[in-house]
């Protein structure tokens, strides 16, 4: 599986962007999806992630209420719109897939597949 994230740019602060990861191979719709952000200097960390199904979601507390993910296995891609935008949202966004389960959505180590990363920048 190949994934191609994009949608990513320069936004200012309370501002909404929404990223597409389109996914390449026929087993797209068997794999957990999910998001994960790097801010210069700091640890990726988990943003989102979605079943298989679509029928479950989940998010980081920093972006709960404000980032939706969603997917369509129709046309392999997954997305993560993002509304109220803050400067500490700034990093790039990465997609990934994979097999996992329960926890293991949570870490990078759960997902076998990335994109290679869009660029959020949040101006104040």
């Known amino acids: 599986v190949q994934l191609q994230a994009s949608g990513g740019g320069l936004v200012q602060t309370g501002g909404s962007l929404r990223l597409s990861c389109a996914a390449s191979g026929r087993t797209f719709s068997s794999y957990a999806m999910g998001w994960f952000r790097q801010a210069p200097g700091k640890e990726r960390e988990f943003v989102a992630h979605i079943s298989w199904s679509g029928g479950s979601t989940y998010y980081a507390n920093s972006v709960k209420g404000r980032f939706t993910i969603s997917r369509d296995n129709a046309k392999n891609t997954v997305y993560l719109q993002m509304n109220s935008l803050k400067p500490d949202d700034t990093a790039v966004y990465y997609c990934?897939?994979?097999?996992?389960?329960?926890?293991?959505?949570?870490?990078?180590?759960?997902?076998?597949?990335w994109g290679q990363g869009t660029q959020v920048t949040v101006s104040s």
């Open positions: 990934a897939g994979g097999g996992c389960s329960g926890y293991g959505c949570y870490l990078s180590s759960g997902y076998a597949y």
